[in-house]
């Protein structure tokens, strides 16, 4: 049973940080690309950072600079720091697996699996 499990959203003030932590289990973890996608109120998902089992990352444009994304394959978790928010990043953080290598079709909104979600509410 594959499972992506997210946790770390929160509400903190425009310039704040929070570190949102996706842990993955039921399948072979270090094989993957993950990726984070946020969904805001009546907006589109879209994504914000991938990671892929090289350990290559890239960023939307929106947040390179401020987030950073990086993984312990030791603990099958995935991490996204969040610096200098804005109100602009609040929404739901989905963490999301998918098994083709690189991070194209991540970025295209394809994954195997997602979880949940976690809420990050961004204030002014």
């Known amino acids: 049973h594959v499972q992506l499990l997210e946790s770390g959203g929160g509400s903190v003030q425009a310039g704040g940080s929070l570190r949102l932590s996706c842990v993955a289990s039921?399948?072979?973890?270090?094989?993957?690309?993950m990726a984070w996608f946020r969904q805001a109120p009546g907006k589109e998902r879209e994504g914000v950072a991938t990671i892929d089992s090289e350990g290559s990352t890239s960023y939307a444009d929106s947040v390179k600079g401020r987030f950073t994304i990086s993984k312990d394959s030791a603990k099958n978790t995935v991490y996204l720091q969040m610096d200098s928010l804005k109100p602009e990043d609040t929404g739901i953080y989905f963490c999301?697996?998918?098994?083709?290598?690189?991070?194209?079709?991540?970025?295209?909104?394809?994954?195997?699996?997602w979880g949940q979600g976690t809420q990050v509410t961004v204030s002014s």
């Open positions: 999301a697996a998918d098994q083709f290598p690189g991070s194209r079709r991540l970025w295209l909104g394809h994954a195997d699996y």
């Open positions: 039921g399948y072979t973890y270090s094989r993957y690309s």
